[in-house]
């Protein structure tokens, strides 16, 4: 059971894909102008995350060698399409939103990451446990993201209005150069915390 | 023509894939550190984005599209909308043409495989080349504005990255916290070329 | 790039076929089976932005409702023109497709039952610059064309012009900054006038 | 016939990549084995592959530590044919003048023809073999004794290492041999590093399951002129390498003076004390210090400190130093026997 739980903490913060290793952020950063855009990606990511590394898990010892990486990107692009298709059945309106960015969750660094790294040699359950934490790490981070883009940028949070109608909300921060210079600031308070407080 | 130059500058400078579109940004990051390293993998993106565009739009259009197999199977493939199986189809004809690109350089190019060859295998994750071909079915682009589209979208690329190597050599000398040093401070540079890149949007022709 | 024993190329490649086969069935299994649900929600969300134009609120509908909606007060004529015959109409709806700066904007022109009074112009698609070209579809620009008739005395055409050269009662201050998108939706909505002359009136 | 021809033609499609891609590799590489000629022995390569891959297949296990990716430089051979070009990768671990010389890093150059590389002799002695735990006991609270006994034996030198594979995990963990040369098993002492992969493994391991060894590695030689006197320090589970060197000697060198100097925490963490008291050999010396037990008959304090109030080189007989153990120990023994004019080409040291 330790072994299960070890996995999925080391996939919620010990090792949060996002800041240690700087992986993922490609679509952390366009999607986190709403925090509902956020949500909706960190669950895709999560969901992606969980069957890819499953079905990987239950394949390793049958997966020959030579075709290794191009069944990995096969199955993760095939969890990844279902996804999709169910945004457009059932919130089509998200499905908008996110356009692309949901279909390039499968070069997502994460999801290969932990496939390669993780499923191919562990259990299912490990590494399923493996998967939903890594997906809730990098879900709580799109979501910090969000709430300062959205908040900050443009006065609402899951679109009610937030800000006293006086205060002008920064437009920057729903723009890219707003979204890099946040992720900036973040990464250095987590490269701070993580050597120890010396500055 | 003003069309075609319309996609260019899009590609390279308003609307560039890296700095409006966020792709990209794990080697982008990574890469940045040495000159010359950008230097080849801008080349190799650029490469690799306009023949993938190509190719993926080619297979987009008289394939996958709503009823785009009318040409092979007649009326009733009208009705017939693969678009949803696009994102699989893109993902392998990427990894095959990288891999092809990769052996036919060891194999006759080996001084190309200096400067080019050893970045393909990152090339293969990295997120832009598959947004190229996303973004180049959104906008529902024929297979030959495809490719001048993918030519810019990697060339814009491909000036993020040597921007950034350039500026990241002046970083080396000059002193900041340490817990400061490395993602941070590039991410902060690249909000900044961000913010410049964004001038360009105003511009009328 | 690992290399391959020969022996074994027909065991990978049949592997990879068999996973490819796998997903793709699961795939089309499942676009099968939602596709009804899919292709719903696509023609709403295409037919919200018309049925805002012609007046109908589609606020808090989903997409069946939506499309029950449409299909009830829409009638398709030929060359893409839309009659509405619900409440506040009839009015006819024509397609304006135009080339913007970065890609295609389309839209509706939607005229009185007089055949030459504006009833309104709706923008459903367009990729221009955010706060330059993108105003296309604000609110505030769309209202210049409300009310306003298509055609003047000596056959003259309404026409949008560069911001803030408007003279003469046929012209429309076009957005300041974006020339081309200006230019691009004019020719569009120009296109669209003329095919509302032609067909004008409803039937 | 829509849900047939929906699944069939991205079917048709990737695999139509997939086919291409292995034709093309088909087409681009020569077909059939290319020769690498290793030194003085032939092998067969895949064309394609690249060098380290080739050797690999070969049974020369050379060393790598990054797997291929040029980011580590221990795969480092010299090319004796043709003039292979330089990759950046190359020059970023190897010296200009090496590179002259032809040495490039194997796992960077693919094979397309027949090539003759040149690779240190004792690489080719290094096998991978599958060996049985035949017995095991526990010499301290956290250090176990491993007797291995290998399906075809491995010649080593005492001071040679080899590489463990930890269970069917991809990881390797390096232990020293601590048995005398010529024995038919393969002796490991195994500090437990708590949440250590490998040791806990290793400690945890039945007797008679079994597991791949592959060795021997690690570049110390005996000094081979008569009369030479040999220094041993060992520090902790760094007594591995030196237990060989002493049972070693002990046994076949009378030759040799020996002087042997090791360090532990307390008697408690000491072991094989007793097996070295009962060597015979003519001038064998031993001395023990425990840095945190004060106790008879055993010096009080840190190693360098104890070599430095009992250890008096000699005058005229050469020295060959072997060291063992943390790096700090290493730094502050080196430094007492440089200041005692032994000079530090002829120290031998093996830091962990």
């Not at chain 1, 298709?85 to 356009?99: E, I, N, R, V």
């Not at chain 2, 009705?79 to 994102?87: A, H, K, N, P, R």
């Not at chain 2, 079915?137 to 690329?157: D, E, H, M, N, Q």
């Not at chain 3, 009015?91 to 009074?117: K, Q």
Request: aromatic share 8%; proline share 4%.
């Amino acid at each position: 059971m330790s072994r299960l739980r070890d996995a999925f903490l080391d996939g919620l913060w010990r090792e949060n894909p996002v800041f240690w290793q700087v992986l993922g952020i490609c679509s952390a950063l366009a999607v986190t102008t709403r925090v509902e855009n956020a949500l909706y990606m960190g669950a895709a990511v999560t969901v992606v995350a969980m069957g890819s590394n499953m079905m990987v898990s239950l394949l390793r010892r049958f997966i020959p060698r030579d075709v290794r990486l191009m069944v990995e990107m096969v199955i993760i692009a095939g969890f990844v399409a279902l996804f999709d298709l169910y945004l457009k059945a059932f919130s089509y309106p998200m499905s908008q939103q996110l356009g692309p960015y949901v279909g390039l969750i499968v070069t997502n660094c994460i999801i290969l990451g932990r496939t390669e790294a993780f499923a191919l040699k562990n259990g299912v359950m490990e590494s399923v446990a493996d998967g939903l934490g890594n997906g809730l790490g990098y879900s709580a981070v799109l979501v910090v993201i969000a709430v300062i883009r959205e908040v900050g940028g443009s006065g609402t949070f899951l679109g009610h209005q937030v800000l006293p109608a006086g205060a002008q909300p920064m437009r920057v921060l729903v723009a890219a150069p707003g979204a890099f210079i946040i992720m900036s600031l973040l990464a250095w308070a987590f490269q701070y915390m993580k050597e120890g407080r010396r500055v | 023509m003003s069309e075609l130059l319309g996609i260019i500058l899009a590609g390279v400078l308003t609307h560039n894939i890296l700095l409006t579109g966020f792709l990209g940004m794990c080697s982008f990051i990574a890469i940045s550190r040495d000159l010359r390293a950008s230097l080849g993998l801008g080349l190799a993106v650029t490469f690799v984005a306009t023949f993938t565009a190509g190719l993926n739009a080619l297979i987009y259009n008289y394939f996958l599209a709503p009823g785009a197999m009318v040409w092979l199977l007649g009326d009733s493939a009208r009705s017939i909308d693969l678009s949803f199986v696009s994102l699989i189809v893109f993902i392998a004809v990427i990894a095959g043409f990288v891999q092809v690109v990769e052996m036919v350089i060891q194999r006759w190019f080996p001084l190309l495989h200096g400067v080019l060859g050893i970045f393909l295998p990152l090339i293969t994750v990295n997120c832009a080349i598959l947004g190229v071909s996303l973004f180049m079915v959104i906008k529902g682009l024929t297979p030959f504005r495809a490719t001048v589209y993918g030519f810019a979208s990697g060339a814009g690329w491909a000036l993020a990255i040597i921007l950034m190597a350039a500026m990241r050599r002046r970083l080396d000398t000059s002193a900041m916290p340490r817990a400061f040093a490395g993602v941070p401070v590039t991410l902060l540079l690249t909000g900044l070329l961000a913010a410049a890149f964004s001038a360009f949007a105003g511009m009328e022709f | 790039m690992t290399e391959i024993e020969s022996g074994n190329i027909l065991k990978s490649l049949s592997f990879l076929g068999v996973v490819v086969l796998l997903t793709m069935g699961a795939l089309a299994w499942t676009h099968t089976s939602w596709s009804k649900r899919i292709l719903t929600n696509e023609s709403a969300s295409r037919h919200k932005a018309i049925l805002e134009g012609v007046g109908v609120s589609t606020r808090g509908m989903d997409s069946n409702a939506i499309e029950y909606m449409f299909t009830k007060h829409f009638r398709s004529g030929s060359g893409g023109i839309l009659r509405y015959t619900g409440p506040g109409g009839p009015l006819s709806c024509y397609p304006i497709r135009a080339r913007g700066l970065w890609g295609p904007i389309e839209g509706w022109l939607i005229m009185e039952p007089d055949g030459h009074t504006i009833h309104s112009v709706v923008i459903t698609h367009q990729e221009e610059t955010p706060g330059l070209g993108a105003e296309v579809a604000s609110p505030s620009f769309l209202a210049r064309f409300r009310g306003r008739s298509i055609v003047y005395a000596g056959g003259r055409r309404l026409a949008v012009v560069k911001a803030g050269q408007a003279r003469a009662e046929y012209e429309i201050d076009g957005i300041s900054g974006a020339t081309l998108t200006t230019r691009g939706f004019g020719q569009g909505l120009d296109s669209a006038m003329s095919m509302a002359l032609k067909y004008g009136g409803s039937r | 016939m829509h849900l047939l021809v929906t699944i069939l033609v991205p079917v048709l499609w990737i695999l139509a990549v997939g086919a291409f891609v292995l034709l093309v590799r088909k087409l681009v590489l020569p077909s059939g084995p290319v020769r690498l000629e290793v030194n003085d022995r032939l092998m067969d390569a895949t064309p394609g592959s690249s060098v380290l891959e080739a050797l690999g297949t070969a049974g020369v296990l050379i060393p790598s530590g990054c797997g291929g990716k040029g980011t580590c430089g221990y795969c480092k051979v010299r090319f004796r044919s043709g003039d292979v070009p330089v990759l950046p990768t190359d020059s970023a671990w190897i010296s200009g003048e090496e590179l002259a010389q032809g040495y490039r890093l194997a796992c960077q150059h693919r094979i397309f023809g027949d090539m003759a590389i040149e690779v240190p002799e004792k690489y080719l002695s290094i096998r991978r073999v599958q060996a049985t735990l035949k017995a095991a006991r526990m010499l301290t609270p956290d250090i176990r004794e491993l007797v291995l006994h290998p399906d075809e034996s491995l010649d080593f030198k005492a001071g040679q290492y080899v590489q463990v594979e930890i269970g069917d995990t991809e990881e390797q963990r390096a232990y020293s041999i601590a048995c005398a040369e010529g024995s038919q098993d393969i002796i490991l002492n195994v500090r437990l590093v708590p949440g250590g992969l490998g040791s806990t493994w290793l400690h945890s391991l039945p007797v008679g399951k079994s597991l791949f060894i592959s060795g021997p590695y690690g570049d110390y030689e005996l000094p081979g002129e008569h009369g030479t006197q040999l220094l041993l320090v060992a520090g902790g589970v760094g007594l591995a390498p030196i237990s060989s060197l002493v049972r070693t000697v002990a046994a076949t060198r009378n030759d040799m003076s020996v002087r042997v100097f090791l360090g532990f925490r307390t008697l408690e963490h000491a072991y094989y004390l007793d097996e070295f008291g009962s060597l015979s050999h003519p001038d064998l010396e031993m001395h023990v210090a425990l840095d945190s037990e004060q106790r008879e008959g055993f010096y009080h304090g840190f190693v360098h400190e104890m070599i430095k109030n009992v250890y008096e080189p000699p005058q005229k007989q050469p020295v060959s130093v072997f060291l063992c153990g943390p790096p700090p120990m290493i730094e502050a023994v080196m430094d007492v026997l440089s200041e005692m004019g032994i000079s530090r080409s002829d120290m031998f040291y093996d830091k962990f």
